[in-house]
């Protein structure tokens, strides 16, 4: 055995040293006392607790979870089934109208728009609804699907998208038509080639074989194709009772077109900063040139590929590599799924000529006076261009004028950054609008922008504005 020398005993002190330090900063130490959360992460954790103590805990904080999300869209709406009389999406269901926001007790819309922002801020008087809409659970997040989704979804492809922790927040009334019809450009001959049904991979080929080619078929095939997700997986970490084959992408954008679901958009970090995303409708893709809400992916393919390596998992690789990430050939299987997306056009708008204007000869005089309205004083037209109304760009309302930031169940209210434009053709299908689902009905939108971009416009002017956009 060799002695140990002066150089030794130093170099094993200084080891000794160093677990002694890193022993402390475990345990805690007066930089890092014990009970004090650490920074935020950009990364989740690793490891997992065990997983029926995590069921447990999570199944027994869902009823008050669901009650404080429930209690805060009471505080911001009016949640009342009251539906337009003689409009309804394209098979038949009933388009809820009304302003369904809010005001704060003694103030009136017609106030608020004469008032600066400044005023507004200071006295606190910017309505609740219009603020950023939390997630049902924003401290965890994750996708969140409506029970009829679920449902369906469970007959059809006996794949159960339940969460054990969650349930889908906002009423039946206020989301899109299900399943939702889907229009083919390239077959406008056609009309609904869904026949009414929701297209999963039980059905997909008897209602699609000879009417796509072979790329667009298995493009319709993979974006109708289970993979591992953050919260559907077979991980301890899931989210659902079972070991989950995971979502589809069309699990969301049901039939192309949309039903609702919500999740946290991926980019943003910490936790509280994130933006609930409400799923916009793939219909008529085939015209945008930005991809995601904030985004602003190139091109379809680019949001295909991002979608399955990094948004199904919170942007995070590690957990993607864990949870069993999906990588899909960007030559092939990428350029399919996007080669059948691009197919999928906006619903017909019969008083629509093809400049996307109103044909008068089609067209009732509230419609006309609305059309007048969009194009002029209520300055839609600046953001909302025909025959698709967007302009392909993104903007910054700076609505935070309006408010101070805030703290709302675990969702920083704040700014909402550059927004992507998205189209209003279609729009009365696909309730409820803004990025994160925040506004209810197209009343509440006028309004929203009434405000915002202080238009001003008279009780008339807003209702044959929503009038118009009915048209759309």
Known sequence: MKPVTAMHGRGLAMAIAAVLVVSASVKGSPADPPGKSPPPSSYAPVNEPDFQTTLSRMSSAKAGIMQRQKTLLEQRYDLSDRPLQGVTMDRKKPVQGGVRVKLKAGTSWDQLASMSPADIRAKDLFPAGFMPLPHPNHPEGGMLFPHF???????????????????????????????PAIYLTTRTDLGDVSKGQLVTLDNYYQLFNGLLNPKQLDGLRLLLTPF??????????????RPSQGVACFDCHANGGTNGATHLVGDIRPQEFRHRIE???????????????????????????????????DGDPVIATKKGINILDRGSQVHDMAEFQ?????????KLAWDGKLDPAKATQAELHGQEIFFGKGQCSTCHTPPFYTDNLMHNLQAERFFKPRLINGMMAGGDGPIKTFPLRGIKDTPPYMHDGRLLTLDDTVEYFNLVLGTRLTADEKKDL???MLTL
């Open 149 to 179: 989704e679920i449902e369906r979804v469970k007959q059809q492809d006996n794949r159960d998208l339940t969460r054990f922790d969650l349930d889908f927040d906002l009423p039946d009334a206020f989301l899109p038509e299900f399943p």
């Open 228 to 241: 591992p997700q953050q919260q559907f997986n077979a991980t301890a970490d899931r989210r659902s009772l």
């Open 279 to 313: 799923t916009p409708a793939l219909r008529g893709v085939n015209i945008q040139r930005l991809f995601g809400s904030q985004r602003a992916l190139k091109t379809v393919e680019d949001f295909t590929e991002f979608e399955q390596r990094a948004a199904y998992f």
């Open 342 to 350: 691009e197919l999928l056009d906006f619903p017909p708008a019969p």
């Open 466 to 468: 929503v009038s118009f």
